[in-house]
């Protein structure tokens, strides 16, 4: 059975019994490898497949899961019977597929053409790289994976879409040593082989472990920060929670009841935007079916929307955002605006203070119901302008807001994290514990 004769079978099982249905087919093509002593380490050339069967009726939904699609009566059977002892006081819906899909190019194939020994030797190099010095004294990982990921969704509405991406990252992990062991992390996302260099990868892990030697911690206090971008991106989480209609509807967001009104600093624009060149997390729908679209979400310091799936956007009246990804309410691409200073001439604005380069428990020590975070953090401490030690063993602590109010400049060094695609950025004071 194809799976064309099995939607159809099913869908007149579904009305036959007075249920609308949903089929949801997706297929994950994954390569990676790990390379670690002088040896690899994993390796992995696999595929899977999973067929979703959803039923719905009087609001409430069923499902049922296989990996094969050959007995479409024995999952309406299941996907009923969870309907049954389904119990929710939220209406559910399924998409009827009649808005607007922008056309975008998701699916490149370079990946799948490069063969498997230009990615070992490409490992290789990045091992290699990562150890670009003898005060290196392990390389833990260095990774390369690539993605190809399809899925289709059709319904008895007359939803019937589906789109494939592909995608490659690659990081590295060195570590140096002296009284103590430092960490230097560096990774990049591409979209085709060629974008992912495995020397430049692996000495800048290199080279951020060896700049973390001879790090201490500085006297506490509150200090002017610089919060790279490779920071940032950690605490944007909070953000990423905050901004779900479905937690603010819970009133588990600080954000509630806040559209329309200044929650950070004029200067801060933030977007959720559907498609960004080059992003390996770019798709036309989400995964109920609704289309994505072009998101504003702080306009100069302005809360203007929250994300939606279809029940939310119901509860508050409004269309979908096209924001339901793996289960919960998530941003496809959260683009912080890029402002007008590099990173240099950040530092030099910074004059005096601390630049965090990485922080350390963001599931313990924050906070996003009242924003509040007390995390882990290393970097550098500045004076005159330029870099005078590494930092480390000193902890952060403030409010996710209050840090947005607090933002002076913007940085033009942007970063695509997968998913998150932000700059770095200059704070007016960030209290920090040390000696």
Request: net charge negative.
């Amino acid at each position: 059975m194809n799976l064309k004769e099995f939607k159809d079978k099913l869908f007149a099982l579904a009305k036959k019994n007075g249920f609308e249905a949903q089929v949801e087919f997706s297929e994950k093509m994954e390569f990676m490898v790990s390379y670690a002593n002088d040896d690899i380490d994993q390796y992995k050339d696999a595929s899977n497949s999973r067929v979703t069967i959803k039923i719905l009726k009087d609001g409430k939904i069923g499902k049922s899961f296989s990996e094969r699609f050959d007995d479409p009566e024995a999952l309406f059977n299941e996907a009923l019977s969870n309907w049954k002892i389904t119990d929710t006081e939220d209406e559910n819906f399924f998409y009827d597929g009649k808005g607007k899909y922008i056309e975008m190019k998701t699916y490149d194939g370079n990946f799948e053409k490069t063969p498997v020994k230009e990615k070992l030797d490409f490992v290789k190099k990045l091992y290699n790289s990562a150890k670009c010095d003898e005060r290196i004294v392990t390389v833990p990982n260095a990774v390369f994976q690539n993605l190809k990921i399809s899925k289709s969704i059709s319904n008895t509405l007359g939803l019937d879409i589906s789109s494939t991406m592909d995608g490659g990252f690659s990081y590295a992990i060195s570590i140096s040593k002296d009284d103590n062991t430092h960490s230097g992390f560096w990774f990049e996302i591409g979209k085709r082989f060629e974008d992912l260099s495995p020397e430049q990868i692996g000495k800048k892990a290199c080279k951020e472990a060896l700049s973390l030697l001879g790090a201490k911690p500085v006297k506490s206090g509150k200090y002017r920060v610089i919060i790279r971008n490779t920071a940032f991106e950690e605490l944007l989480g909070l953000l990423k929670s905050m901004i779900s209609a479905e937690n603010v509807q819970k009133n588990i967001s600080p954000l509630k009841g806040k559209i329309n009104e200044k929650i950070g600093n004029t200067i801060l624009n933030i977007k959720d935007l559907p498609y960004v060149e080059g992003s390996i997390n770019n798709r036309p729908f989400d995964d109920e079916g609704v289309p994505t679209k072009e998101t504003v979400i702080i306009e100069n310091g302005v809360l203007k929307s929250y994300l939606y799936d279809l029940k939310t956007a119901k509860k508050d009246n409004v269309e979908s955002t096209g924001n339901s990804l793996n289960g919960s309410i998530e941003p496809i691409n959260l683009v912080i605006e890029s402002g007008n200073y590099s990173f240099n001439e950040l530092v030099n604005k910074l004059d005096n203070g601390i630049i965090i380069i990485s922080i350390d428990g963001m599931h313990s020590g924050a906070n996003p119901v009242s924003g509040n975070f007390s995390l882990g953090a290393r970097g550098y401490k500045v004076e005159n302008g330029e870099i005078v030690h590494a930092v480390e063993q000193i902890t952060i602590s403030g409010n996710f807001i209050d840090l947005l109010n607090k933002i002076e400049d913007v940085g033009n060094d942007s970063k695509d994290f997968g998913g998150v695609i932000t700059p770095s950025i200059l704070i007016s004071e960030l209290d920090i514990a040390g000696e």
